[in-house]
């Protein structure tokens, strides 16, 4: 398969919401987008790299660099591109950069569903014709805002509800919420906002009965995220430190968790996030899918994965309405009563890029096309 052509381009969209964690909020995107050209079809994919290296180490700055100069070259010269899996290899001598090359793997995995007129879903190796649904709810202005926005998501049909969290928005939050629904699937997510003097205070949300508590430590750790799961019943769920297949067993080994997040960009794509998904489904350890204030077109990749056997807890994929007064695709995602995603079975992603939106956003934009590639 050889690639003719591939365009990067950055669009603006503010959010609907303002999204706030324990690093920062979030009231618009700049959000770069890839599209590939090979043999008449075009196909897109979405860096979910954020506007400063908060969440991770990578920005949309960062992508657009080393997507320009190192990854597209690569990608345009290979000889030997034959799927998506052959991605991680051709981009190999490029360390790091995950959320940068996710986005051009996952280009090159809908650019191959749909040469091969089968859906996303299906050539992922996907087995669940709908998925299960949860909602990330921002840290709040207020206890009365968040309850709010809590009843209205509940009433939307969502089955799961995590609250970001953080010192001094936790207990009083948990306690709150459970008085209201105390049976509800409830969890939290703290982006690495505690430390290890704040064990004792974790060890007392026992009490509140979470599903799971998301990366309470440090972003790059397992070590001490073990001690803390030895020392508290409630489930640990590690996102930021799972880079890859081998942090997965590393973690599963240590006793660092008990739950996967799994998120194509931070783990570099499709490839690892299924080579994560396997390596937890043999060890008996369930995954669900994470998300990063995606627009559609990182949206319907994220049901394609989540539409993976193991992936039997409710993500963090949810309605585009939550999201973007308009989305950049159609149709846009909806959510069910019964809080699920139907996953498309049309070839490719299952939905169509709104190209007239999109050149609206646009803020810049570059074409690279095949040329000689310069290495040491
Ligand atoms: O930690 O899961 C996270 C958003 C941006 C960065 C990190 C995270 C999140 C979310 C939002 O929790 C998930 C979503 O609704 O897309
Ligand atoms: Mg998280």
Known sequence: MKIDAIHLREIAMPLAFPFETSFGVTTGRRIL?????????????ECVAGEHPYFSDESIDTAWITTEAE????????TDLESGGSCPHIFKQVRGHRMAKAALENAVWDLVAQQEDVSLSQLLGGTRKTIPCGVSIGIQPSLNALLETIAKELAA????IKLKCKRGWDVEIFEAVRARWPEILLSCDANSAYRMRDFDHIASWDQFNLLMIEQPLWYDDFYFHSMLQKRIETSICLDESIRNRRDALAAIDMESCRIINIKNGRVGGFSEAIAVHNAAMERGMPVWCGGMLETGIGRAHNIALSSLPNFSLP??????????????????VTVSAAGEITVPTSAGSGYAVRRDRIERLTVRQQTLRAKALVTA
Do not use: C, K, M
């Open 33 to 45: 987008l890839i599209e590939i050209e090979s043999e008449g079809l075009t196909a897109w994919g």
């Open 71 to 78: 990854l597209a070259p690569r990608l345009l010269n290979a």
């Open 157 to 160: 049909g969502y089955q799961r």
């Open 315 to 332: 993500g963090d994929v949810s309605a585009s309405s939550r999201y973007w007064v308009d989305d950049i695709i159609e149709p846009e």
